[in-house]
């Protein structure tokens, strides 16, 4: 039985982690098979206090010794269920807990078409800048209407043969400068009011239909639609809004055994600094839940 | 691990019997550093010879071989290519693609 047992391994949780270990509790953090949250794919850190400049690895890599030299023991298993009668199921393994903090944080918006998981790193990308070099001299396309989606479009366009921009709407919410160069960029098609209908391909992607019924070939699809949170495993257990957990400044959540840090968390500002913030402020909030219970 | 490029290429890959498997990496890809530690442990249990590539070294390498994003562990079987693994492995998975 932990006292505390915190899902997610990027900056909220491990630093709920340090709080919750020095408060001398139980504790353990399911971190899922990567350690670390969003921030591991940023090569330059530049606005955590501390460091001029360092990458997002080895920051959280910094944060996991700290909580390792602290006694609490990071599993890189996936949690796949919260129960009622408070434990989280792994695969393998279930923890029973007192208090439980949730750091699950965000991830990719995806479009929810059939081949998309599967033809992940096989033709569709999230991720312009980690995987556009492998599509160099090919046609690809990118899904979006925002900053990312616009600013990943042009970055392609200076490496790629063609570039299909396609978006739901006929008007971008990307800033104007992104918008404006956009249109002024010959190697970028505007696919307007159109959607991506179906992924095509065997092993890899191929093509892929639109709304349209137009059929675009080409070798890299980019998915740029923003980012949700991470909310398969608590939305049935405490009050969300849109997939985030709604809370206040203390961390708690509509269930009293259960806090909220980082990104999942309903609130206005998502930095690394207030991920680590929210990590404490949790961590504190279940410890002073954990003394009235005793 | 070997260090391979377009040079060494075929004599320890093309050339070679036995499994091998090619980690195609890079320096600023941070799933790629976290995969680093897990095949050292990998390579400590394994007769299968374990090689890198840097993608931003040898992109030609990484585009002949149809990698997309990394990491990307591609295994070959006497010089072909049999396997290729997306994303960060846990030592188990990737003792599994080099059985």
């Not at chain 1, 408070?86 to 918006?109: C, P, W």
């Not at chain 1, 090919?138 to 042009?154: F, M, P, Q, S, Y």
């Not at chain 1, 400068?177 to 991506?196: F, G, H, M, P, T």
């Amino acid at each position: 039985m932990y006292d505390v047992v915190i899902i997610g391994s990027g900056i909220a949780g491990l630093t709920s982690a340090i709080y919750s270990a020095r408060a001398g509790h139980k504790t353990i953090v399911i971190g899922g098979p990567t350690l670390g949250g969003q921030i591991i794919n940023t090569l330059h850190v530049e606005n955590y206090p501390g460091y001029k400049d360092i990458s997002g690895f080895d920051l959280i890599n910094n944060i996991a010794s700290q909580v390792k030299e602290l006694g609490v023991e990071i599993v890189s298993e996936e949690a796949k269920e919260i129960t009622s009668d408070k434990k989280v199921i792994t695969e393998n393994n279930t923890y029973s807990f007192k208090s439980l903090i949730i750091a699950t944080g965000l991830e990719n918006r995806s479009l929810g078409l059939e081949n998309e998981k599967k033809f992940l790193g096989m033709g569709v990308s999230v991720c312009a800048t980690c995987d556009g070099n492998f599509f160099r001299g090919r046609d690809v396309a990118i899904v979006g209407g925002g900053n990312t989606a616009l600013e990943d479009a042009l970055y392609l366009a200076n490496i790629c043969n063609k570039v299909y921009l396609i978006h739901r709407r006929n008007t971008f919410t990307a800033e104007k400068y992104y918008v404006d160069k956009v249109y002024a960029n010959s190697k970028i098609e505007l696919c307007l009011s159109e959607e991506v209908k179906s992924i095509n391909g065997e092993d890899s992607l191929q093509s892929i239909t639109l709304t349209s019924g137009r059929e675009l070939n080409i070798d890299g699809l980019f998915v740029a639609i923003g980012k949700v949170p991470n909310s398969k495993l608590y939305e049935n257990l405490v009050e969300t809004d849109n997939g985030y957990i709604v809370s206040n400044e203390k961390c708690t959540t509509s269930v009293p055994y259960i806090f909220v840090a980082g990104d999942c968390r309903k609130k206005s500002v998502r930095q690394l600094v207030t991920a680590a913030s929210d990590g404490a402020v949790a961590a504190l909030s279940a410890s002073k839940y954990l003394e009235r219970e005793k | 691990m070997v260090v391979l490029n377009k040079d060494n290429f075929d004599t320890e890959i093309t050339n070679s019997k036995g499994v091998a498997l090619v980690d195609f990496y890079a320096d600023w890809c941070g799933p790629c550093k976290m995969l680093g530690p897990v095949l050292e442990e990998v390579e400590k249990e394994t007769d299968a010879k374990l090689c890198k590539v840097n993608v931003d070294e040898e992109i030609d390498l990484a585009r002949k071989f149809g990698v997309m994003s990394i990491p990307c562990l591609v295994i070959f079987k006497d010089g072909e290519q049999v396997n290729k693994s997306v994303g960060l492995k846990s030592k188990s998975e990737v003792l599994d693609l080099i059985k």
